[in-house]
């Protein structure tokens, strides 16, 4: 029933190839920013008009296809969706310093895109939210500040935590079950009065199409007219 997917850790393969031209065919919007080889990225798929809004992931510049974004020509205004796919990273410097530099360089690609028009952020941030339970001890100052910039900062309403302020849900589970939220989204304060609901969908993880669990959130705004089906 979504009008936007945002579909994360898409790659230049076969499978999200077929998945774009598949979606392109049935008459879908489709912004798919291929990613490099061996990388990563962020495709973002519309039943509603979406104009591809390549100037994002340029603002980011480092590891650009892992920032999608398009532009949503609503009735009552424009609005921007960006879709993030962070890097992850283990113990190692060298994928300690891969994740900094791109938190760095998204977020002030955010400063600048948040308060151009209404923006929606969502997708696999690979950041835990300060408070998260269980606590996990390493995970690094930079990874919550990125999170609290998102609140703080850039003014966005984390849209699960605003109608769930205390309930303790994960999207991903380690091999020992251990639980994370990973994956969020936010709004600009000016749509939070239009916040109609927000939940995880654990289907797909429990099915083992995927290791996450979907998110999905509804805005009680009117949508754009919907694409013709081909």
């Known amino acids: 029933e979504e009008d936007v997917l945002v579909l994360t850790e898409t790659r230049a393969s076969e499978g999200c190839r077929l998945l774009a031209g598949e ?7 489709v912004h798919y920013p291929r990613p490099g080889p061996g990388e990563y990225g962020t495709m973002i798929v519309s ?19 892992r920032a999608a974004a398009v532009i949503l020509p609503a009735p ?14 283990d113990a190692s410097a060298g994928k300690t310093e891969r994740k ?21 952020v969502l997708g696999d941030l690979n950041v835990l939210e300060p408070d998260h339970w269980p ?13 609290r910039a998102l ?14 302020p205390d309930a303790a849900e994960h999207s991903w589970a380690g091999r020992a079950g251990d639980g994370y939220r990973y994956d969020h989204a936010f709004c600009s304060q000016s749509l939070s009065g239009y916040i109609a609901s927000c939940d995880y969908v654990h289907q797909p993880r429990e099915d083992m199409l995927s290791d996450h669990s979907a998110l999905t959130m509804r805005l009680a705004i ?9």
Do not use: K, N, Q
């Not at 400063?111 to 028009?117: K, L, Q, S």
């Open 23 to 29: 979606f392109t065919a049935a008459g879908y919007a």
């Open 47 to 65: 039943t509603v008009p979406a104009a591809p809004d390549d100037g994002f992931g340029d603002r980011v510049g480092y590891l650009p296809s």
């Open 76 to 89: 009552a205004g424009a609005l921007r969706v960006i879709g993030l796919y962070v890097p992850a990273r």
């Open 100 to 120: 900094r530099t791109w938190l760095a360089a998204c977020d002030a690609a955010l400063a600048a895109a948040v308060t151009e028009m209404p923006a929606i």
């Open 135 to 147: 606590r996990y001890p390493f995970f690094a100052p930079f990874e919550y500040d990125f999170y």
């Open 151 to 164: 609140a703080e900062a850039h003014r966005l309403t984390d849209v699960f935590r605003h109608l769930h």
């Open 222 to 230: 009117i949508p754009p007219a919907p694409l013709p089906p081909a």
